[in-house]
C-alpha cells in the first residue's frame, strides 16, 4: 500500500494573510474618523487572526498515512490546532467520524485522535487509503455523497 499526505490548501491561508493589511487600514481609518472601539476592534482582530493563520503555512498540519497508520494533528482546539501531533496504526483504529466543531477523525479505542479539516486538499486520497484498509470503519454516513467530490463525512 503506498503511503500519502494531505495538506490544507494553501492558497486559502495566504488570501487570508493578504486581507490582514486592508483590514488593519479600515480599523486605523475608522479610529481617525471617530469610531475608536470598532477601529481597534478591526485592527486587532484582524492581527490576531492573521497570527492564527501562521501555522497553517507549515508542515505541521499535514496529515499522512503509510503502512503503519496515520499521523497528523492530535488537538483541535482553536489556534492550538496542530500543536500536538499522533500517530495511530491502522489495527488500532475502531471509529471514523467528525467533531461537532466539523473536523474529520480517525480515533483508536484509548481515545487518541488524528483529525483534518474540510480545508486539507484530497481528502478522498486519505478516505481511500481507509477504505483499503479498515473497511469495516466506513459505513454509509462515512461515505461522500459525491465520488468525485472531497471526502466528507456526513452527520
Known amino acids: 500500500m503506498r503511503g500519502g499526505t494531505i495538506r490544507i490548501d494553501r492558497r486559502i491561508v495566504w488570501l487570508a494573510l493578504a486581507m490582514v493589511p486592508l483590514l488593519v487600514f479600515v480599523g486605523i481609518m475608522a479610529m481617525r474618523q471617530g469610531s475608536v472601539t470598532i477601529g481597534a476592534a478591526v485592527a486587532i482582530g484582524a492581527v ?8 497553517t503555512l507549515s508542515s ?28 495511530i496504526g491502522w ?9 461537532g466543531a466539523g473536523y474529520g477523525y480517525v480515533a483508536s479505542a484509548d481515545g487518541r485522535r488524528v483529525l483534518w479539516t474540510d480545508m486539507h486538499q484530497g481528502q478522498e486520497r486519505l478516505f481511500a487509503a481507509i477504505s483499503r484498509r479498515r473497511p469495516d ?5 462515512t ?13
Open 48 to 55: 490576531v487572526c492573521g497570527l492564527g493563520c501562521l501555522p
Open 60 to 87: 505541521r498540519l499535514d496529515l499522512a498515512w503509510d503502512t503503519a497508520g496515520i499521523s497528523g494533528c492530535a488537538q483541535a482546539c482553536g489556534p492550538f490546532f496542530g500543536l500536538r501531533r499522533g500517530r
Open 91 to 99: 489495527d488500532a483504529m475502531v471509529v471514523l467520524g467528525r467533531t
Open 137 to 141: 470503519l466506513i459505513t454509509p454516513a
Open 143 to 155: 461515505q461522500p455523497a459525491d465520488p468525485d467530490s472531497d471526502f466528507d463525512l456526513r452527520p
